[in-house]
């Protein structure tokens, strides 16, 4: 019976083709790209989540890394993968907005970059080394007045938060200090501790790594950081600066939503773990819960505020 | 340390569990390290998330074993096949593979096993008793000290290419634009992209290793397919070389000893990654040798400083990580990401709240070494054994396709894989007009640390006058003193050469002995070198845009200074020219016939799709090399094809994760 079997064969196909669009993502493994050197922030969030991601997507989580640029070869890759939701890139504000502002050809628009969850931020700190002369935000202020240049002020990256926050606080407190960009908070510590920039606009991890051997000034932030309590925020010393890098992941554009949202509630969920919460806030991070729409909001938020500020990088 | 500590830590060590975990990172590791385009890095980042199920002390101890046998790993592929296994072989390159091509292969590995051993247990000690103050004196290079170790670097061009400086500075200066290509360290405008995206990450140096090192080998085979392996029979070479090896060693203790204390201070130097130790070492070994030119033609104790002084580096990186949590080396950062999710926090604090962890992980060097010195002298005959018997018309295709695989596994660019072939036609062309290729690679490696130093130290000048920032550069004590031992390593040769009032004869007499029967027409190579290099610095030029002041500085002035030396090349043609007798003349079909599939293979491999693109690639070399033709030899090298490639497209794909591009077929 010739026709009944192959009726039943084309009938079988095509319900294991149905059965695989309807199958529930994720169904492979997936790649979860990091923009940025191991070892730095980003990387070690990322660790921290994988064998969570694995446990609730119930697939293998891969951490790979396409890292130069300042991360724009990582986003540049990001927007020209498929958008089916298995490749998904960590991404970072104030970079994802300024890069496409200060660079002629970074390789993605602001808006190629969709973002599924955001689910941490460092403040900004400002950092003097142990020995320093500095006891307080003040006194770097004064010297700073006294001796416009001279105060070198050390961050991670070009146009980042670091140096938004160190062009912002020259501003808001009438002094000229250095930027001295670095290629990643990992290379601008040693330069602290080695006394060879005066201050580091860095991020509060720095300032939890490396207690006893830094003296953290002020925190970017609008509440004092639960990691660094005994330090005072800019606001509360009279400076209305609120900076620093929020970090979270991103998909291709044309990403479908119901994607999106397994994904963004795989995040939310890790961060809820209290077992998580509690090691990455100890270490400096703090956490954040943005879904889809609401990063997005920060981004354009964001970016109203940093368009202006775009010109004045890097010269 | 106490006591007490000293003997729970090698209790913590000496467990089943860990030694047998030791004993398996240590084979991965070789492996790994081998693999051309495997970098320790990858090899440690590939390990991390095992070592989270592991209590603290296992993972540890598996990820330094690993990052020490990876390190040693390298020396293979680059004695066997002239290819650093990972950047930190580069040099073992210059004097391992002529002695593989000498029938001494096996000489050559056992003093890279040994001189591994030797030189991780000599830095271990370094880790032991002077963590903290090796640390503090790290922690003394600041963005000034760390342009003048890069200029010290690259003094070292004086010293490989003696027989045409000229030459060697304009390769130098040709490999630190081509690290320009990409985003500037500072100011972070996107230069010298040619307007590919691909480009903008920048040139990735590995790939260009493996490029210039192994392509013109490849092409060498492929000019004669049928020719051994080695120019001489090994195996009257092959006894006794487990003797000479360890008298080369042991042998010369001073020797051995300065290798270890560079590999171990390069290693503590965050800003400096530890590629260039083992080019350093080389350097002063070639320096205190008293018959230097022999240097670069397969002199043994070229390999003993290498691979002694790169596997210091390994326990030097952990100084200032352990010390202070600042990563020496970009392993070192995976593993400082590691400690951190682990609860650590690296820096002094760790000595004192968990000094059992600490002593455990620095004692696990010692063993690790150890363990690792005795698997690689198996692993070393095997390996050697194979290559030897495996014919040329296999081994060529075999090795080309590990390059472009290896090229692709490092970030997943397929443009690496373009930039890795292309590279190799581009050294193949420069070897033969005299260039000196290391100091190209010198070039490369250090350009970039040089131009952050000067721009970051530019920066910091501020500090000293405004007006005149470029003071900062000679008032520091420490950079006065790199100042004097660049200048001092710089004209070294001169010296030298009053001091004996001997020509030095260096590596192109070495090139001229390699290459058998060189042919007779020969062109002026300072004509065309200076021609290469006008061109070179008209092509860049013409890409400069409108960027900030300080991603301006370092190119403009490296571009400015070439055109001088292209220029003196072009005069020294036409006053007194280096007529080098190149092997142009001996491209025939076959070598035509690889170049054009190898850029066949690595154009269309993103279009059509990894496997099919390498499967057809493989058979077209295997098929057109076999003596005989005819159906069943279609189908040997069909099943040889598949075969080699399915092994180690399961091992990339699979086991290591690498998503290998997929066009419109796979």
């Not at chain 2, 490989?160 to 630190?176: H, M, N, P, V, Y």
Request: some cysteine.
């Amino acid at each position: 019976m010739k026709s009944s079997r192959s009726v039943f064969l084309v009938l079988l196909i095509a319900l294991m083709a149905v059965g695989t669009v309807f199958a529930q993502y994720p169904t492979k493994p997936l790649d979860y790209v990091l923009a940025f050197n191991p070892g730095g922030e980003s990387d070690i969030f990322a660790r921290a989540q994988q064998p969570l991601l694995e446990k609730i997507l119930g697939q293998k989580v891969m951490v790979s890394y396409k890292i130069g640029g300042g991360g724009a070869v990582g986003w540049a890759d990001l927007v020209k993968q498929k958008p089916d939701g298995y490749t998904f890139t960590g991404h970072n504000l104030p970079h994802i907005i300024l890069q496409p502002l200060t660079m002629a050809n970074c390789g993605y628009k602001t808006n190629e970059i969709i973002p599924v969850y955001t689910f941490m931020s460092t403040p900004n700190v400002i950092a003097v080394n142990a020995k320093s002369p500095f006891k307080t935000l003040d006194d770097l202020v004064k010297y700073a007045k006294a001796n416009p240049g001279a105060v070198l002020i050390g961050g991670s990256g070009s146009a980042s938060a670091n140096e938004i926050g160190q062009k912002v606080f020259d501003k808001l407190a009438g002094i000229k200090t250095t930027y001295i960009p670095f290629t990643g908070s990992g290379d601008a510590i040693p330069a602290l501790l080695g006394g060879h920039v005066s201050a580091l606009m860095t991020y509060t991890t720095m300032g939890n790594s490396y207690e006893g051997e830094v003296r953290v000034l002020a925190v970017a932030a609008e509440k004092r950081v639960s990691s660094l309590p005994n330090i005072p925020t800019f606001r509360e010393l009279g400076y209305d600066l609120v900076e620093g890098a929020y970090r979270g992941a991103a998909v291709p554009p044309n990403t479908p939503d119901s994607v999106k949202k397994i994904l963004a509630a795989a995040f939310d969920k890790i961060n809820r773990d209290p077992e998580f919460a509690k090691k990455m806030e100890a270490l400096g991070f703090k956490l954040e819960f943005m879904g889809p729409e609401e990063s997005l909001k920060l981004i354009e938020e964001k970016t109203k505020v940093y368009a202006p500020l775009a010109k004045e990088l890097g010269k | 340390m106490t006591m007490q500590i000293f003997i729970e830590s090698m209790i913590a060590i000496f467990t089943l569990q860990n030694m047998i975990l030791m004993v398996i990172a240590i084979v991965l590791g070789i492996m790994a390290g081998a693999l051309p385009g495997f970098t320790a890095t990858m090899a440690v980042a590939l390990m991390v998330p095992f070592t989270f199920t592991m209590p603290p002390v296992s993972g540890l101890i598996t990820i330094g074993a690993l990052y020490c046998a990876t390190i040693f790993g390298g020396s293979f592929s680059a004695i066997l096949l002239n290819t650093p296994g990972t950047p930190s072989s580069i040099g073992t390159c210059f004097d391992g593979y002529p002695m593989a091509r000498n029938g001494r292969g096996k000489e050559a590995i056992y003093i890279a096993t040994i001189g591994s051993g030797v030189g991780g247990i000599m830095g271990s000690f370094g880790l032991l008793l002077f963590a903290v103050p090796l640390a503090r004196a790290a922690l003394k290079f600041g963005p000034p000290e760390y342009f003048w170790t890069a200029i010290f670097g690259l003094t070292i061009i004086s010293s490989i290419s003696e027989e045409s400086l000229l030459k060697g500075i304009a390769a130098g200066f040709i490999g630190i634009l081509v690290s320009m290509i990409g985003i500037a360290p500072v100011g972070g405008d996107m230069r010298f992209d040619f307007g590919l995206v691909s480009l903008q990450g920048g040139v990735e140096i590995v790939s260009v290793l493996i490029g210039f090192f192994c392509i013109p080998e490849i092409f060498r085979m492929a000019i004669d397919p049928t020719a051994g392996y080695a120019d001489n029979d090994s195996t009257q070479h092959e006894k006794g070389s487990f003797t000479r090896a360890m008298g080369e060693v042991f042998g010369h203790p001073w020797a051995t000893l300065r290798a270890s204390i560079i590999g171990l201070f390069v290693g503590i130097l965050p800003g400096a990654g530890g590629n260039i130790a083992n080019l350093i070492a080389y350097n002063e070994a070639k320096r205190a040798s008293k018959h230097p030119e022999t240097f670069g033609t397969g002199e043994p104790q070229g390999v003993v400083a290498t691979e002694t002084s790169n596997n210091a580096v390994v326990e030097g990186a952990m100084v200032p990580l352990l010390a202070l949590g600042i990563p020496g080396s970009p392993p070192a950062a995976i593993i400082y990401g590691a400690l951190l999710l682990q609860g650590l926090s690296p820096g002094p604090q760790l000595f004192t709240k968990n000094a059992s962890l600490v002593y455990a992980f620095i004692l696990s060097f010692f063993v690790a070494n150890i363990l690792m010195t005795i698997i690689g002298f198996a692993a070393g005959k095997g390996m050697y054994k194979a290559i030897i018997k495996v014919p040329t018309r296999v081994l060529m295709p075999t090795i080309l396709f590990l390059t472009i695989l290896g090229s692709y596994a490092i970030r997943n660019n397929p443009m690496d894989v373009i930039i890795m072939f292309l590279s190799g036609i581009l050294g193949y062309i420069l070897k033969n007009l005299g260039f000196n290729t290391g100091a190209f690679v010198l070039g490369l490696i250090l350009g970039p640390i040089a131009e952050k130093g000067f721009v970051q130290g530019f920066l910091m000048g501020n500090m000293v006058s405004m007006q005149q920032p470029w003071i900062i550069f000679f008032i520091r004590p420490l950079s006065i003193t790199l100042i004097a031992i660049s200048i001092f390593s710089a004209s070294w040769p001169f010296i030298r050469s009053l001091m004996r009032k001997k020509k030095p004869t260096g590596i192109q007499a070495a090139l001229d002995a390699a290459n058998s029967g060189v042919g007779k027409k020969k062109i002026n190579s300072d004509y065309i070198g200076g021609a290469i290099v006008l061109a070179t610095c008209a092509l860049f030029y013409s890409q400069i845009g409108q960027w900030s002041k300080y991603a301006s500085m370092a190119p403009i002035g490296i571009l400015a200074i070439m055109v001088v030396f292209g220029v003196g090349l072009l005069v020294k043609g036409a006053i007194k020219p280096e007529k080098i007798a190149t092997t142009f003349d001996k491209i025939n079909k076959s070598f035509v016939f690889v170049v054009v599939v190898g850029l066949l293979w690595v154009f269309l491999m993103e279009r059509i799709g990894f496997v099919v693109t390498s499967l057809a690639a493989f058979f077209a070399l295997m098929y057109a090399f076999h003596p005989k033709k005819g159906f069943p030899r279609v189908l040997g090298s069909a099943a040889m094809a598949i075969g080699v490639i399915a092994v180690l497209y399961l091992t990339f794909a699979k086991l290591l994760s690498v998503t290998l591009p997929t066009g419109f077929l796979i």
